[in-house]
């Protein structure tokens, strides 16, 4: 059974196995302000160095780096990046602990296949604000590729900006608040074919697209979301 969820600004006509929401609430363009609000970042002007808080990763194992070290606070995804060290075997889950800060990572409309990798950031009680924004993203991990753990009603933010992600859920992150902003779409799947080698991978399925326990829908943002055997949200 595949269901699926739209989300938009207007009401649609209601169709089998779809579940069509066209009218929010929005949330203040403040909260908006506050979400897109991480810590500042400056680059070097006049060159390709990045600032020190900056890493431009290229590869899994710049990623990798990037995600484990605590003075970064901004990604730049400037290649297309496999996580090739996980093959087609079992889609066991190969999950990392990361240091809590404030995060951006921007994939520059770039594609990233994560395989079984899961990082996992517990905050505590640190209101961390984390963006994951213009990147295509594929994962065979239930738990997502990046989830949040800590102490429910610490503003702890997840945000998602304009993504599309391929896989099994895109995260399980109970106690922080999620936000959609831009475009998002959704697909939980129990197997897809990965853009690199064209090889079909299976995922740790069934899984419903997002575990959260709150979600915002900002102003004009789209998210479209579909599953296997799962309810969507």
Aim: hydrophobic content about 35%; glycine content about 6%; charged content about 15%.
């Amino acid at each position: 059974m595949i269901t699926s969820l739209v989300c938009t600004l207007a009401l649609l006509p209601v169709m089998e196995n779809q579940v069509f929401i066209r009218q929010f609430t929005p949330i203040a363009k403040a909260s908006e302000t506050d979400i897109r609000n991480t810590t500042e970042t400056t680059k070097v002007k006049g060159t390709l160095k990045a600032a020190p808080n900056v890493a431009e990763v290229t590869d899994y194992l710049t990623l990798e780096a990037a995600m484990k070290n605590s003075a970064i606070t901004e990604i730049e995804i400037m290649n297309d990046i496999n996580f090739s060290n996980y093959t087609t075997g079992s889609a066991a889950e190969q999950n990392l602990t990361i240091p809590t800060r404030s995060l951006t990572i921007d994939g520059n409309g770039h594609t990233v296949d994560f395989r079984s990798r899961g990082y996992l950031m517990t905050f505590g009680s640190t209101p961390v604000n984390v963006i994951v924004k213009d990147i295509y993203m594929f994962g065979r991990n239930y738990w997502g590729p990046l989830r949040l753990s800590g102490t429910a009603k610490k503003s702890a933010q997840l945000t998602y900006e304009n993504v599309t992600y391929t896989g099994a859920q895109l995260t399980c992150s109970y106690e922080a608040d999620v936000n959609i902003v831009g475009d998002v779409v959704n697909s939980s799947v129990n197997s897809y074919v990965s853009p690199f080698d064209g090889l079909t991978y299976i995922t740790l399925g069934n899984q419903v697209n997002l575990e959260v326990t709150n979600i915002n829908f900002l102003e004009n943002s789209h998210y479209v979301g579909s599953t296997e055997n799962a309810t969507v949200i």
